[in-house]
């Protein structure tokens, strides 16, 4: 018998006299802290806590283009829904408990062109979009360990039971990338943040297990380099001037440049007169 909440089938009977059921829920009590589960030396217990975190939501893209031009900003929107935890996701202790997306765009030769939602030193990078609650302490200042000293709650981003999170993404892709390029969401949960349980157990003590809830992905096409684009050498830019000039036109319109930037860039042009 395996976890039945959730969108999970589960089909079978609750006794051996039992009439057959589409879902049989099951009535396992391990929770979802797959990493005490592996400490404590109970890995099979510790793989129904992920398989039951797997349950718990659902994503889906609410916005997604049919093509990415480089250079030209592009935004991409998401929906994770929580479909079957029966409570806030996630819930428990708020200094310890997150779940967050981690994205990435990578082109067709593995290049990793964008990605927001990495693990840094031991905690998820600034800006990732996570749900988890922020404790305070009188002075507003985060608390992550010394929990004794929270007496209010500084943020949350949790989902409710049956709610939803929109979330989105804008970011440029420039001219190195070769596509198609592949949109990928992972959402990821851990018990607590690796940077905590090595503050209380110490270094290297304990590996905190990162669980993969879900995820999305998408192949786009790549936009093809406009015709007569020819690359400028400057390094970490990605600039391409097009030389619109007839034989007749010496001194009319001549290089248009679009400036490349990794991340959220503005497209600017630049009109040059040649001679």
């Known amino acids: 018998m395996t976890p039945g909440t959730g969108a999970t089938a589960n089909p079978g009977k609750t006794a051996p006299t039992g009439k057959e059921r589409d879902r049989v829920y099951s009535h396992f009590f391990n929770g979802g802290n797959s990493t ?3 400490y404590l030396g109970k890995p099979e217990m ?19 283009p049919s093509r990415i031009d480089p250079g030209e900003p592009v935004r991409v929107r998401l929906r994770i829904k929580n ?7 996630p819930t428990g202790f708020p200094e310890g408990r997150e779940a967050w997306l981690d994205f990435k765009v990578v082109d067709a030769e593995g290049r990793e062109v964008y990605r927001l939602g990495a693990i840094r030193d031991g905690r998820t990078e600034q800006g990732t979009k996570s749900f988890h609650a922020v404790l305070g ?18 943020s949350d981003t949790r989902i409710p039971p049956d709610g939803h999170a929109d979330v989105e993404y804008v970011f440029t892709v420039d001219q190195r ?10 959402l990821n949960y851990w018990a607590l943040p690796q940077h905590v349980a090595d503050e209380l157990l110490g270094t290297n003590e304990l590996t905190v297990d990162i669980v993969q809830m ?11 380099v406009p015709r007569g684009a020819r690359p400028v050498n400057k390094p970490n830019e990605g600039i391409y001037r097009i030389d619109t000039r007839t034989p007749d036109d010496r001194n009319g319109l001549a290089l248009t440049n679009f400036t490349r930037s990794t991340v959220l860039s503005e497209v600017t042009a630049t009109l040059v007169n040649m001679r």
């Not at 510790?46 to 997604?64: C, K, N, Y």
């Not at 879900?214 to 093809?224: N, Q, R």
């Open 36 to 38: 005490l589960l592996k």
């Open 46 to 64: 510790a793989q129904r806590a992920r398989d039951l975190l797997r349950t718990a939501a659902t994503l889906e893209f609410l916005e997604l």
């Open 83 to 89: 479909t079957g935890a029966g409570h806030k996701l």
């Open 137 to 154: 302490n009188s002075k507003g200042e985060v608390v992550e360990v010394n929990v004794w000293e929270a007496d209010r709650l500084l």
């Open 177 to 186: 990338a070769r596509g198609p390029l592949l949109i990928r969401a992972d």
């Open 214 to 224: 879900g995820y999305l992905s998408k192949e786009i096409p790549l936009a093809d």
